[in-house]
């Protein structure tokens, strides 16, 4: 089976630089879209970025210009880079994955656990 796993989510101040690490591991032919996801306490889970298989990016209007999503095909991992942090980013990240299991395989969404991340002076 498939797992996703994040890590990297901790206290920063308003301002400092977070990265965020998702690793897939199990029985994987191929990943196609990979994403994060955010949620704070009391409000709906919010797409933050996307990355394709092929690299194209997309962000929310509130991360764009400070947050950076990158992948590595080979280690089966997607990062977020979090620059410029604000209050306003604290939430649990969540690690998302359109996942193939093989070449005949459907395609299924993944999702980690998630990471707390806190933005506080």
């Known amino acids: 089976q498939v797992q996703l796993v994040e890590s990297g989510g901790e206290l920063v101040q308003p301002g400092g630089s977070l990265r965020l690490s998702c690793v897939a591991s199990?029985?994987?032919?191929?990943?196609?879209?990979a994403g994060w996801y955010r949620q704070a306490p009391g409000k709906e889970r919010e797409l933050v970025a996307t990355?394709?298989?092929?690299?194209?990016?997309n962000y929310a209007d509130s991360v764009k210009g400070r947050f950076i999503i990158s992948r590595d095909n080979v280690k089966n991992t997607v990062y977020l880079q979090m620059n410029s942090l604000k209050p306003e980013d604290t939430a649990v990240y969540y690690c998302?994955?359109?996942?193939?299991?093989?070449?005949?395989?459907?395609?299924?969404?993944?999702w980690g656990q998630g990471t707390q991340v806190t933005v506080s002076s």
């Open positions: 998302n994955a359109e996942i193939f299991t093989s070449e005949l395989s459907v395609l299924l969404t993944h």
């Open positions: 199990g029985s994987i032919f191929s990943i196609n879209v």
């Open positions: 990355i394709s298989s092929g690299g194209s990016t």
